[in-house]
């Protein structure tokens, strides 16, 4: 069995990973077994500046840093729950330490497995601008639509000032609700939650459209890597080949 790192940039989504995991091992291996798991977090508030600035090499030094302390940990491989973060990986850089599964690789994987053609892309205002899920979806054939910009707007605020917080109402549970029923009327046939707080207000039995959960999807497949049932990653950071 293999060692799990999660990188951790925001604590709700970590935990979720977190929780998902020993889920996915209880349900494979019986009550109380996973996977040995080592979560790193340097608090998300130190790279908020360089978000707003842009400045994705400083981010990245920052992530960098928890990737070393979970190698030491004994992780072999890492699992980051924030697309976000992402981008700041994706960046130039020596190799991180150790290989890491890509989480949109992973929603991209089951978008094609399902068989969806169009997906809404709902997360922060640097995911649903950024170049990643559009790069990733069209590899398998997919193509991604995004909110209009004044939803854009309202979806980040929201995530940053109530669902990193671990405030979820009914209000903006309702509004994301009216994005996902636009979306669906753009020709969407699923909605990728690639903010990983996002499903935790947002899930399949209340969504418009068929969920593409971003982070139990990911521990999914860290589970799997931990077992054997998928082999370890070979990505190091850095744009994907």
């Not at 020993?22 to 077994?33: F, I, T, Y």
């Not at 890491?100 to 991209?108: K, P, Y």
Request: aromatic letters at 4%; a negative charge.
């Amino acid at each position: 069995m293999r060692h799990v790192g999660i990188l951790a940039h925001s604590i709700e989504g970590a935990s979720l990973c977190l929780r998902t995991l020993s889920q996915e091992g209880a349900r494979e291996l019986g009550p109380h077994q996973h996977a040995d798991v080592t979560l790193d977090c340097i608090a998300m508030g130190r790279s908020m500046p360089a978000w707003e600035a842009g400045d994705y090499s400083a981010i990245r030094k920052t992530l960098a840093s928890s990737v070393d302390r979970l190698a030491r940990a004994g992780a072999e491989f890492f699992v980051c729950p924030d697309n976000t973060a992402h981008m700041a990986l994706e960046s130039d850089g020596e190799d991180l330490a150790l290989p890491g599964l890509h989480i949109a690789e992973i929603v991209a994987e089951k978008a094609a497995a399902d068989g969806y053609q169009r997906v809404g892309v709902l997360g922060t205002k640097y995911t649903m601008t950024g170049p990643i899920y559009p790069r990733v979806l069209a590899a398998n054939g997919i193509a991604a639509e995004i909110p209009d910009s004044d939803e854009r707007h309202l979806i980040d605020e929201i995530i940053f000032t109530e669902l990193c917080e671990g405030v979820f109402t009914t209000a903006s549970r309702q509004y994301y609700l009216d994005v996902i029923n636009r979306l669906s009327d753009l020709g969407c046939d699923a909605v990728a939650l690639v903010c990983t707080e996002i499903p935790l207000l947002i899930t399949p039995d209340v969504s418009p459209l068929p969920t593409l959960d971003s982070t139990r999807l990911l521990a999914a497949a860290a589970h799997q890597v931990a077992t054997g049932a998928r082999p370890l990653p070979t990505w190091h950071g850095g744009a994907l080949g």
